[in-house]
């Protein structure tokens, strides 16, 4: 499809960028924290693919290039705001991670039933997700988006934070850890009745 | 080999994704059995997985794909009447 959109049949791009759509909204929504900018942000993002399209190699899967812009845009309005004195850059930048000290011991419980996906309808459990993966540090936040929101491989992880595949596994476990501890209390509430039967529809999706 | 409940904690989030070799699958599978609290810590961590990958914890603003794809028709005509 890239092929023909170079070769004059321009209005391909809009079927191609679709999937991309949402990924490239979410990456920049979690960078910038805001629905407006992000939304800028994202088509912007969206331009540049267009009027680089020529370049893309196929060395990385197209999914991966594309995302790879949209985080240099939204690191690109960052550091603008960075620039203005109200609004100082958050440690978006902080570089290394492995070796960053902390409490990755999960919360400990003795039994735990399941929060279907039903209860994603309800808007505080939506809120509580979205502010527990937000409040992640930068480094945390980044291989929670790609890996588990945006359904990466861990290669591709890799390749568009510039960082080792051991250090997704190791950024990932800790984010994961994280996230349980700090939202099992929040969760609970949300668990389905005991004796319902939903930890099948749970274990029957594999991660 | 026995591991602990610390052992199995280490290897949560690659158990979820199953990139933990056979034998070690085998030992946790084993501990996972008789130890209620790393059963709870691993259901409870992989339902977290499952939620936070639905569409609907980030929402797209009403509208976004309409104004993207809008704008983007500018650019694409610019670009074809300027070739």
């Keep these: 499809m890239i092929a023909r959109i170079l070769a004059g049949e321009s209005q391909l791009f809009h079927a191609l960028i679709r999937p991309l759509e949402r990924p490239v909204f979410v990456m920049l929504f979690m960078l910038l924290r805001n629905e407006s900018d992000a939304e800028d942000a994202a088509q912007e993002t969206f331009i540049k693919v267009y009027r680089n399209l020529h370049t893309f190699r196929g060395d990385a899967k197209f999914s991966t290039w594309v995302l790879s812009i949209a985080r240099n845009e939204g690191l690109g309005v960052l550091r603008k705001r960075s620039t203005r004195p109200e609004e100082p850059l958050e440690h978006l930048f902080e570089v290394g991670g492995e070796t960053e000290q902390g409490d990755f011991t999960p919360a400990l419980l003795t039994d735990w039933r399941e929060v279907p996906l039903e209860a994603l309808e309800r808007k505080e459990l939506r809120e509580s997700l979205c502010r527990a993966i937000l409040n992640l540090s930068p480094i945390y936040r980044d291989v929670v988006q790609l890996r588990d929101i945006d359904e990466m491989d861990v290669q591709e992880t890799a390749e568009l934070l510039g960082i080792s595949q051991g250090s997704v596994k190791v950024r990932l476990h800790r984010a994961r850890t994280m996230l349980q501890k700090e939202l099992v209390t929040v969760l609970k509430e949300y668990a389905t009745p005991a004796g319902s039967q939903g930890w099948r529809r749970l274990f029957g999706r594999r991660a | ?83």
């Design chain 2, 1 to 83: 080999m026995k591991i602990d409940c610390k052992h199995v904690w280490g290897h949560i989030s690659a158990y979820i994704d199953g990139d933990v070799d056979a034998s070690l699958r085998v030992e946790i599978d084993r501990h996972l059995e008789h130890c209620e609290i790393c059963s709870a810590v691993m259901d409870s961590t992989r339902n977290v997985v499952v939620l936070i990958a639905d569409d609907r914890v980030f929402e797209i603003p009403a509208g976004f794909s309409e104004r993207l794809h809008s704008r983007l028709d500018a650019v694409l005509q610019e670009s074809s009447a300027s070739s």
